[in-house]
């Protein structure tokens, strides 16, 4: 088993969407959260860090659940832009690699 | 404040050759990665370093590949003797000291081996 699993995907979404995605990780002690979105060909960029209470940004919303290890991304009103793969990013912070990336979800809106 | 940099952007080097990439972390970041992404796949992490010290490197081939990063100057990704097989996109992230920052990456830097 992979220490962060996420939704396998894709996802096709009309325009307007709204599309939650998905991500566990194994290792308990994991301190710091974050989802990424990367285009094709293009490096990975920060979406947004994952806080305890939730935290929204625009159209986008993310949940952090501890104590079932469970991290998800909800993006409303989609836009064709959104098109991406997203990745979920875990910080264990105690080991050498202290980032451990999911596989990423891919997501095409379509108009 | 610029952001991380690496060089060059593209590099196609025949088979046999030396590849040298090279990263420039963000002001203020101590901490390096070095990922690599071949086509249609996921990050691979391949090292993590501080200055002068190599932290993990549980993801680097045993052979061909090395990488530094030296109190003075961009962390090096060197490959020796390149093969077809290494063609890929090698990304480089930085994050300061401090817990909980995120990573931020390079544009990267794309690897054709002829």
């Known amino acids: 088993r992979k220490e962060v699993e996420q939704d396998p995907g894709p996802f096709n979404v009309p325009e307007g969407a709204t599309v939650a995605f998905n991500c566990t990780y194994s290792n308990s002690a994991s301190q710091s959260f974050f989802w990424y979105r990367q285009d094709c060909r293009k490096e990975p960029k920060l979406l947004m860090s994952v806080y305890s209470s939730g935290n929204e940004d625009g159209r986008f919303t993310a949940q952090l659940n501890r104590a079932s290890q469970y991290i998800s991304l909800l993006i409303r009103d989609s836009k064709l832009s959104d098109s991406a793969t997203y990745l979920c990013v875990v910080n264990r912070d105690n080991y050498g690699q202290n980032f451990v990336f999911g596989p990423g979800t891919r997501l095409s809106v379509l108009p | 404040n610029a952001g991380v940099m690496q060089n060059p952007r593209h590099l196609v080097r025949r088979r046999g050759q030396e590849a040298r990439l090279r990263c420039s972390p963000m002001k203020g970041h101590s901490h390096v990665y070095w990922y690599r992404q071949l086509p249609e796949e996921g990050l691979k992490f391949m090292v993590y370093l501080q200055k002068e010290n190599i932290i993990d490197e549980s993801g680097m081939p045993k052979e061909r590949f090395s990488a530094e990063f030296p109190k003075e100057g961009p962390s090096i990704l060197r490959i020796q003797q390149v093969v077809r097989g290494d063609s890929a996109a090698y990304f480089c992230?930085?994050?300061?000291?401090?817990?909980?920052?995120?990573?931020?990456f390079g544009n990267g830097t794309r690897l054709t081996v002829t």
């Open positions: 992230a930085s994050s300061p000291p401090q817990s909980n920052s995120p990573l931020h």
